[in-house]
């Protein structure tokens, strides 16, 4: 992968839950005003429903600059929480 491209990519935190979901979402918010266009969810092992908030607003933010934003490394158990609270549909990740 070259520097280019990680220039685009961000990380989540490993945790993102309903206390650290403020900060997480203005994290994101900023790099993806900066022009990134996907973020890996690798690091990400502690999660509630709010993950799923922060990930729909960023995916809108990004979709508001004209550019999609890509989601690597999803969780499983996250994306089952997104089947079950009828969301899944919204984001687009890959596993």
Known sequence: MTSASN???????ATLTHESAKSALEAGLSRIAAGATEV?????RQFDSSALAVLLAWQRA???RGAALGIVNF??????LAQAYGVDTLLTFRH
């Open 7 to 13: 220039a685009g990519r961000f990380e989540t935190a």
């Open 40 to 44: 890996d969810c690798a690091p990400l």
């Open 62 to 64: 990004a979709s508001e």
């Open 75 to 80: 969780p499983s158990g996250l994306a089952s």
